[in-house]
């Protein structure tokens, strides 16, 4: 069941990062389907963080309903203004053949391998490093907990003695939570699994917008060495 929750919520990320796509920036140039799908995970990623960041401050407690609600009024909006035409994107670039040469299928093995074990860490570890637990997962469930903007973490002791660094930005914290919000209950392995997802979509944007530009071999090198950062 929380599996499916958490679909649902990666569903709503990728919709609505779709729909500020289609009212806001609407591309000129062709895209891949691909593409599009991870330009609108994104997108969707920045826009839940801020509506849950601005609806944070209403007197009323959070509530998973109220993001869905800003969503929803989005998509009738999106709908009017597009009619039939809001799924409708126009084909991409002509494809061309890719020739796949022994170095690119070694390094496209590589960042394979990268990637699932990224997925697989995500739900194999707790929370390691310092800066996952104390300085964006701690924020995310104190947000969840209170339901509101944790204005003590700026205003009271000991959280304003507390290393956590709340000069950082908010963006993941208000993130993680919402994905709290969606499941119902504070749960690791699906914010780190949300954040694999975000890995993966960074190397998929990168690796599209290198192919319009460089040969294959090139553009598979540039995405090991971006792969392999969280190694380093």
Known sequence: MLFLKFAFCIFSIIFSGYIVLKLIFHPKERLPFGEIIFLSFGIGVGFVGLETFLLSFSKRPFSIGYPLLVQFILFIIALFKFDKNLFYWQKSYSEKRIICYPLALFFFGIILWEISYVFLEAFSLPFIAWDAWGNWGLKSKIIFSLKTFPFQLWTQKPWIDHPGHLDYPLLIPFTQAYIYFF???????????????????????????????FKINFVLVSCFCLATIPNL
């Open 183 to 213: 499941l119902g209950q504070v749960h690791d392995s699906f914010a780190k699994l949300f954040s694999s997802f975000y890995y993966f979509g960074l190397i998929a944007l990168f690796y599209y917008h290198l192919k319009k530009q």
